[in-house]
Every structure is written in structure tokens, then in C-alpha cells.
């Protein structure tokens, strides 16, 4: 058992080999976990976090060093056994870990569900119909009558480090929000989101959203990273159109 402070190397090494391309549900799935040092014949190989769902163990993350890795069918045999584990969240960008999970699946029986869209940030389809002068930044009073009109989309991380929310008017109504957070695993990135309020649906505001957050990570220097469940057809078309 150890603390992520302690793998921050091999981590590092881990999310460039995945591509940065994973949004923050992920992250914050697998920092919440429970980390823990793989080690083979005395010498650090990798890690692997476990975390819950539903009441049960969920392996998180599986990691090992390219040469160690012919010791993984073992170790990932392993340490489904020694934590009772019979869910695992994985990443597809994650070649390693999936024909892990894959193999291991074929041999002992068992599903996959489809779970969410990881997406980065490209070219947008076209250029955003609101600009950054319909933004403005939505202060921490605001915040509570914010999460009640937003469904509670975020109500769970206004305490994120980095965390702001913007509020989109025009003519003085306001037509939806959007907000970004900093990743804590994957400093690199920033996680982007919108919430388009029903009467202001299909103008275009959710991806002007997408777009001038986007932007604004991207001349701080982070990657723009954005998600949605896989059954939310309408957040997925959103989010191409708006070049992710």
C-alpha cells in the first residue's frame, strides 16, 4: 500500500504511454483509489490502484513497466484473488490492462459494458456561434442556486482544485453554463464541461461552451479533455461539433 505522492514518476511515465486521452471521471476514479507499489524480485514494477463500486471492489488501474510485463498475466491474476475482485473500470486507450481484463475475462467467465466517451480536444466543426464576452465567471455565492438549475452536474466538485464555472448570457438571459476543473492525477490536463439550459437548447451554446473553455486551457498551457456517458447521444454529437 502506498500513496500516489509516491508513484508520481511512474505515473507520469503511465499517462504519456496512454496518450493523456482519459476525462476526469476516470481520473478522479483512479486517484480516490486505494494505491499500491507492484514490486518483482525487490525492485519497483508498477502499481495498481483498487477502488469501490456498488459496494464492492473495483480495480481501477493496472500498471507494470514494459520489462516487467511478462509477469503480468500472473501479478493481474494475482491481485484479482488476493482483493476479491470481480469489477474492473479499464480504459480502452490502455493496451496493456484491457488484454489483461480481456483474458482474464475469457477464462473466468463474466461481461463488458460500454461505459463512457473519453474525448480530446481537435478542430472544431465551425466557428463557436457566442463569444467570450457572453461569459462570466460565477461567483462562490451563486454557486448553490447554480447546482440546483444544473441538475447537480457539479455540485460534487466546486471544491476541485482549479474548479471555475462560468455562467453564458445574451441580451441579459442566461442560456447555460459551463465550467473546468484540474485533473489531480493527470496534471496536464483540465476537464471542460457544459449545461445548456432546456429553453436554449440547439443554438449552439454547448459547444460555444466547449469551444471557448477549450481554448482558454489550451493558452494555459493544458489539454482540454472532455467525456460523456455512452447512451448520451446528444452530449457525444456536442461534443464532435465542437472539435472533440
Known amino acids: 500500500k502506498t500513496a500516489w ?47 469501490q463500486w456498488a459496494g464492492e471492489p473495483m480495480l481501477r488501474a493496472f500498471a507494470m513497466e514494459g520489462r516487467f510485463r511478462g509477469r503480468g498475466k500472473e501479478i493481474f491474476a494475482r491481485a ?49 456561434e457566442f463569444g467570450k464576452e457572453c461569459f462570466y465567471p460565477v461567483k462562490e455565492e451563486e454557486l448553490p442556486a447554480v447546482h440546483a438549475a444544473t441538475e447537480g452536474q457539479w455540485a460534487e466538485m466546486d471544491k476541485a482544485p ?18 473546468v476543473a484540474l485533473r489531480r492525477l493527470d496534471r496536464e490536463c483540465v476537464d471542460v464541461g457544459n449545461y445548456v439550459l432546456p429553453e436554449a437548447r440547439r443554438q449552439g451554446v454547448g459547444r460555444s461552451i466547449l469551444i471557448q473553455l477549450a ?23 456536442t461534443l464532435v461539433s465542437a472539435g472533440f
Open 80 to 128: 484479482c484473488e488476493e482483493f476479491h475482485l470481480k469489477r474492473l473500470m479499464v480504459p480502452s486507450n490502455d493496451g496493456f490492462f484491457t488484454a489483461l481484463a480481456f483474458e482474464r475475462m475469457r477464462e473466468a467467465g463474466g461481461k463488458f459494458d460500454m461505459q463512457a466517451y473519453n474525448m480530446t480536444f481537435g478542430v472544431p466543426a465551425r466557428k463557436p
Open 215 to 237: 481554448f482558454a486551457a489550451l493558452a494555459r498551457g493544458l489539454r482540454p479533455t472532455a467525456g460523456c456517458a455512452y447512451t448520451n447521444e446528444a452530449g457525444y454529437r
Open 5 to 51: 505522492e509516491n508513484l508520481e514518476q511512474q505515473t507520469k511515465l503511465y499517462l504519456q504511454e496512454i496518450g493523456h486521452l482519459n476525462d476526469g471521471f476516470w481520473d478522479d476514479g483512479v486517484f480516490e483509489a486505494q494505491p499500491y507499489t507492484i514490486r518483482c524480485g525487490g525492485e519497483a514494477a508498477g502499481f495498481l490502484a483498487v477502488g
Open 162 to 179: 482549479g474548479f471555475l464555472m462560468y455562467r453564458v448570457e445574451k441580451d441579459g438571459k442566461t442560456l447555460g453554463y459551463g465550467a
